[in-house]
């Protein structure tokens, strides 16, 4: 009895002392409930996660979509689980050192459950369409009773699925928000072995670009039905340019193959070495352009120098019309030109090849492959079958790779090619509408721009008795002094010639060059050229056309004066576009405006801003 009359006076004898027991007793609560238990309990699920998602995995390994359905909504317990702890750790976001992990957590556990609800709302949306199918073609399973599906026929309900996937837009963004918020930068490169920081950057890179690319892959999943060959074969011309041998629009067209696309399934119709295309166009060909008819002898053109413009999408059309007048031309849904840069890039990452006699073909001597392809075309002997062969080969395995790379790995993928194409090592025309505005907006066209400030484009094409520039280089320098009224312009391009181990012996090269500029400009002067330069206009630009000869194992400077119309820019601030060459490796650029100097390295279309107050 005195220990219950003790306990019972005790809170008012000792006030402070109660006080304290109580914020301890409710501390120790809250930290139990907020910390302890929810951290215990993301240990534990560590632990057990990959078994207990080995339904799920194993659903989708077999691309069974009803059951990996059944099997995310059966599993969604665990994932809502797992936010709610992480959102309880999340309360201590705001202290110093250990809020900005609580933060991450917090954000990754909400992104997960959000995630994985628009998961299941898109199978569940996808069973009535796909009953009782997998993806692996159409023969009965005897197991399962289900049938498999081909490419072609899941391509034909994606108009559905791209109107479905328009619901997720908000989802997907409040995703990306959370995602772009960690930090790998705070996590260790490995734990117990795995890469947690590129694990990291892989979610925020695979989030970001869903996110940026959302309405374009919207766009995109209407038009994959008809462009498969979901409605009929679309056929595809792949042609591969000598980018050794530069031409206005890329390298002289040397090999080509015809993909033709049937309900979701390819193959190569034919491929070889263009020349032999040109000698099936009929009498009635194309005048050639002067400079083709006068450094190479020809009064017609011919399809490999069908990319006489600097605007790759004039010369795809050029080559379509060429291609019309062969006999019994197919109809081509697209042209895709890659060089040799691109493909060396695209087996870097899709890995080698090995062909019928064991011999591989990788990143480290593909160039020398096409080199020596090059070397032949036109040729028709038993040695030149050799490498057109080999070409073949090539394209096929690199097709068939691309078509089958991992989901996983698909955005590093689509990265890359997106990356290459900037650079204009792949370059892509289509009658089809929808087709050329996503070429387009993603810089895959090589088309020539409007720009409302300062412009300068330098088109080079190389005649060389070796047929070769073996990659001559070039340096430019632009210096610019801003008047009232007009821009005044210093334009030096130096050509440096730098012949590779293994090159033909350099006798020279004579270059055919159109230096592209705003429209409206005037030339003053110019030095280093073989004959005067002629002023015209072409594609709503001011051009300067002039020959300059290189010789063998030197450098040529050729500068241009001139002044161009003043831009309509805000005042102290110049800008100006710089194009970049389909084909052309990254040439070095200085810029001096004003006294101000930026040195840029040309490996895409730039756009420069200078303060000059």
Known sequence: MKLVHYLKEFPTSHKKLSLFIGIASLSILLFNYYLVQPTLFLYGKSKTLQRDLRPVLSALKRRDIETLNFELKYFRPQVEAIKKASVKIGVFASLPLAGPYARDLKNTGEAALEGYDTVIQMASFMVPLLPGVTFEGWQKNSLTNSQTLKAGDVAKILPSVSTELGKYKTNLESISRKLMTLDEARYPEYFRGRPVRKYIAQLRTGSSLINKYFDDLIGT???????????????????????????????????????????????????????????????????????????????????????????????????????????????????????????????????????????????????????????????????????????????????????????????????????????????????????????????????????????????????????????????????????????????????????????????????????????????????????????????????????????????????????????????????????????TYDFKYTLKIEGKTEDVILSEDKTIEIETR
């Open 221 to 583: 999943l209407a038009l994959v039905p008809e462009l498969i060959g979901t409605t009929g074969p679309k056929n595809y011309l792949i042609i591969i340019q000598n980018d050794k041998e530069i031409r206005p629009s890329g390298g002289l067209l040397g090999g080509y193959a015809f993909l033709s696309m049937d309900n979701g399934s390819f193959r190569l119709v034919k491929s070889g070495d263009i020349s032999f295309l040109d000698k099936e166009v009929r009498s009635d060909r194309l005048p050639a352009p002067e400079f083709i008819s006068r450094f190479l002898g020809e009064k017609s053109l011919y399809m490999k120098d069908a990319n006489y413009s600097p605007d790759f999408k004039k010369s795809a059309s050029t080559l379509l019309e060429l291609w019309s007048n062969t006999p019994q031309p197919v109809a081509l849904e697209g042209i895709i030109v890659l060089d040799t840069q691109f493909l060396k890039t695209l087996i870097d990452t899709l890995g080698e090849i090995k062909l019928d006699n064991g011999e591989l073909i990788n990143s480290g001597n593909i160039e020398a492959t096409f080199d020596s392809f090059f070397l032949f075309i036109g040729d028709q002997s038993a040695e030149s079958r050799k490498y057109k062969d080999i070409t073949s080969v090539i394209l096929n395995e690199l097709l068939k790779k691309s078509f089958s790379y991992s989901t996983y790995n698909a955005s590093g993928l689509l990265q890359k090619v997106l990356s290459l194409g900037a650079a204009k090592h792949i370059l892509i025309y289509s009658p089809n509408e929808g087709l050329q505005k996503l070429v387009e907006k993603y810089g895959l066209s090589g088309a020539l721009k409007d720009y409302a400030g300062d412009y300068l484009l330098i088109n080079d094409a190389i005649f060389s008795p070796q047929r070769s520039n073996w990659r001559v280089s070039q340096e430019v320098e632009k210096t610019v002094k801003i008047e009232a009224d007009q821009l005044v312009n210093e334009l030096g391009i130096e050509f440096m010639a730098k012949p590779e181990p293994g090159s033909p012996p350099d006798v020279g090269n004579l270059h055919f060059v159109r230096v592209y500029v705003p429209k409206g400009s005037k030339l003053i002067g110019a030095e280093g050229t073989t004959e005067p330069v002629i002023t015209g206009e072409d594609f709503n630009k001011t051009v300067f056309t002039a020959l300059v000869k290189l010789e063998p194992n030197q450098n040529k400077m050729f500068t241009l004066k001139y002044t161009s119309p003043k831009p309509q820019t805000p005042e102290g601030t110049y800008r100006l576009l710089i194009q970049k060459q389909p084909g």
